[in-house]
């Protein structure tokens, strides 16, 4: 990651660091041109004068690269970054519990430009699935809403972490899930989760009502309390 050590590099140095970059993930990946390139944050845009988006645009019109995206973290910067017209993708976090980029049809206007939505944090870290009195102290708010989303699952048959990734499939708006995985098991039980039916319009509504609008230091993992 040439973003590591920028802060010792002159201009030149990380454009071809970026360069280089791009070059060794092109041959460990074995292809030509990579798919996407997300930048990370969307402060990246701007480093050093937006001299890794200008450097990174020209791997697009040199073929290596077919688009850039970046990862959000607030529906500000989603905002910011659709104006970009070389922006033709946004990660950004949506669960059960977390609505922001949901409502107010942010989603709507990304797919209206053609901007591709990466979904992630379905899970919002596995707490979505954990049981309510296994939530550690320091999250100890979640455990109420927790309980009120895992007696839903039991009532609709369906398990939490089903329910959790079928609600974030259930919009056309998406059009990937990005979920963590370590072992070969729990991609095994991904997948079979994504074989499962979306939620049906209702359920989808319920959850909306449900659970909107949680506190922003509920759901958004990089303001929980160490």
Known sequence: ????????????????????????????????????????????????GGLLRATLGRQVEAGKVAALGVS??????????????DIEALQ??????????????????AAARGVTVFARSAYLQGVVVTPPEAVPDR????????????????AWGRSPADVALAFV????????VVVGMERAEQARENLALF?????????????????????EHLINPSMWPE
């Open 1 to 48: 990651d040439p973003l590591q050590t920028a802060d010792s590099m002159s201009d030149g140095e990380l454009e071809q660091a970026a360069v280089r970059s791009i070059d060794r993930s092109l041959k460990n990946l074995r292809l030509e041109r990579l798919p996407l390139v997300l930048f990370h944050r969307p402060a990246h845009l701007s480093t050093r």
């Open 72 to 85: 959000v973290y607030a529906p500000v910067e989603a905002e910011a970054a659709l104006a970009m017209t």
């Open 92 to 109: 950004l976090p949506t669960s059960v519990f977390d609505h922001r980029f949901l409502v107010g049809g942010l989603v709507d206007r």
């Open 139 to 154: 999250l100890s708010a979640l455990r109420e809403p927790i309980s009120r989303f895992h007696a839903l699952c039991a």
């Open 169 to 176: 499939r259930s919009f056309a708006q998406i059009g990937c």
């Open 195 to 215: 074989s499962m039916p979306p939620l049906e319009k209702a359920q989808r509504g319920q959850l909306l009502d449900l659970f909107a609008p949680l506190p």
